[in-house]
């Protein structure tokens, strides 16, 4: 049906589906003669209990997480999860961290509140605009984990291998790729990720985490509501959740298994990045930012030869309907997110667009 | 419109404004022209700040906020705020609490990981059934400020009057009696709400605290995401914020405003409450476990003789299409939870459902 929806790039939150959009609305007044709202539920009620449970099978299918592992729902994003993670995982009180991007900065800065921070490796030096090699890092025996932000939403690159932990955990926050392909979760300790990018509404992170490595004997300081072992203990919910979230989040995942799960996401978000990383390769106008190895297949940034010319297209697009273009001030240009939500037909008439817009400019 | 809504007497999640459900609905798949969903929205667009600034202004008005107050939306329910609170606000370290239920116990156990916390009055000796004397508490001259939870959602009491805290900082936990009634801000140094009981969906705590208990100076291991003072000075989008209870709950303060106000609220309030005591008191079945004096609005809970027959009415109002009336298990029996959504209709159905079930069992 035709909504006037636009194109929306926002690098989140961001686009959802339409059909599941469709769905919550029409449940809106009354969920499957429960005569009541989801936002009105008891979360200790049977039918909203109901709701928690197939969100998690959903997800557990969808990626399938070993039964050693486990999911937990909860609030206050990645930036609380910066502090949860080393509260929670260091126990020789070191950690090691790789410094690609806005959002591993922020978690190396936070988890140097609670233990020693090494950075192993880092992309800095050409401002994040590739993965450091990673296949022989300098990890010392003690290090509690290896931690990644998987893909850096801001700067727009990707790894293509994990890291050689050496036999480390790895920690892996996937906020801007949760879902967008298969991912073998036994390579991980833990993953997570905020679902505003890739999944839903913002105000919830899914955590998914080896039983053996949620701990109990915790320094008595830490916030009861950031213990993993409370929380996994309560089934994330030792206090109210987000349960609009976990209801939303759950419809996504059951979608995204009714149209093929990852393998066909993997597909699709292939097929999107290609038309637009093609584009920006042929043009004499617009180029991309990232090193072509380490591209990001969800956020694409990309500049033309100046500040100004960069507004101007942004302007332009924003004018045709192309919405939340900008990029992000620490790289400049735009930035297109093109997460699984984003239809090939979005990226397919942005492509046309920008490629008009060049076209007329030389002129 | 009838869509086969039930009467639910959920402590929260709750009842919301049907209006608003509707409203709600009716922009689900495109917000007044965006293009898109309110949880498709950049955080930083500004279509959504116009969402955050009118929520804002919405909620100052209603509850006549001075200027000198800054108005948070922070993640983690009150849960986490039970830690922040100490956190942020000790400065020497001590701080005095009122014990009057579940809630306040489990913000004392919280507060005493940060610091020295005096519980100068309680009503633990007849399980939580009275509010105590706090009109002349002993209270330290350093103690940095005085904390009660003003509406105790499952002992179901509230104050009539606020503590003498002696010109120290009064914090009041408003989570189940927020905007049930006028309320005079410059009372308070800080006020505090889980927005699921009586606004909007689970997810999001407001915070009303007045400026100057806004510290810099704090313990450097406190996690960024709990910082006062980062919050207020990114407007509470230092992280993505929860903007679909941003939204949500906007939605509930402007109506509020519409349908007259916290006065009106509170004459609805008084009246609902008044039909349900009114019978309890009558009842010969039926008895409330709380002092006449200290009963709250909000929160009804009541007995019988014995835990079976509680167990037998339970099952028959949910029958008939009440829902959530099991009281919570630490007083038993049944529990009607009377939030400002919650019509009068309902109140009244309850009460002759409950005659009706009285006058049968007694035949």
């Known amino acids: 049906m035709n909504y006037g929806r636009t194109y929306n790039f926002s690098a989140g939150p961001a686009m959802m589906p339409e059909p599941v959009l469709e ?35 959903d ?10 592992y486990k999911v937990l729902f909860m609030q206050g994003g990645a930036t609380l999860q910066f502090a949860a993670i080393p509260w929670n995982l260091m126990k ?28 192993a490796a880092s992309s800095k030096d050409r401002n994040f605009s590739y993965i450091p090699d990673v296949s022989d890092l300098d ?6 984990y290896v931690y990644i932000c998987e893909n850096e939403t801001i700067h727009g690159l990707t790894y293509q291998q994990l890291p050689n932990t050496k036999g480390h955990i790895l920690v892996s926050d996937q906020s801007s790729m949760f879902l967008s392909k298969p991912c073998n979760v036994a390579d991980y300790g833990m993953i997570y990720a905020g679902v505003q990018k890739n999944v839903g ?11 053996d490595l949620i701990r109990e004997d915790l320094d008595p300081k830490m916030p009861v509501y950031m213990r993993y072992d409370i929380q996994a203990a309560n089934g994330s919910m030792y206090n109210t959740p987000n349960c609009w979230a976990i209801y939303c989040c759950g419809k996504v995942f059951h979608y995204l298994r009714e149209i093929g799960g990852l393998e066909e996401m993997a597909r699709r978000n292939e097929e999107k990045a290609k038309i637009l990383y093609d584009f920006l390769d042929s043009s004499k106008m617009f180029r991309g930012t990232v090193e072509k190895k380490d591209r990001s297949l969800m956020n694409v940034p990309f500049v033309t030869e100046s500040a100004e010319l960069d507004a101007e ?15 992000h001030k620490s ?14 037909e979005g990226v397919v008439a942005l492509v046309e667009f920008l490629k008009k817009f060049e076209a007329e400019y030389n002129k």
């Open 92 to 119: 020789n009180g070191k950690a090691v961290y790789i410094e690609t991007g806005a959002w591993s900065k922020k978690a190396i800065a936070e988890a140097k509140k609670y233990g020693e921070v090494i950075v």
């Open 331 to 344: 790289v400049g240009g735009l930035r297109a997110s093109i997460y699984n939500a984003m239809p090939k």
């Open 59 to 68: 997800l557990r299918a969808l990626m399938n997480i070993p039964d050693n």
């Open 313 to 327: 297209v942004v302007k332009a697009t924003k004018a045709a309907g192309y919405d939340n273009l900008k990029g």
């Open 201 to 211: 509404p913002a105000g919830m992170s899914v955590i998914i985490i080896r039983e």
């Open 23 to 57: 769905e919550i609305r029409d449940e809106m007044m009354n969920y499957r003669g429960s005569g009541m709202c989801v936002m009105e539920m008891s979360h200790r009620s049977k039918v909203f209990q109901q709701i928690v449970d197939e969100a998690e099978a």
């Open 139 to 144: 990890i010392p025996e003690d290090a509690d």
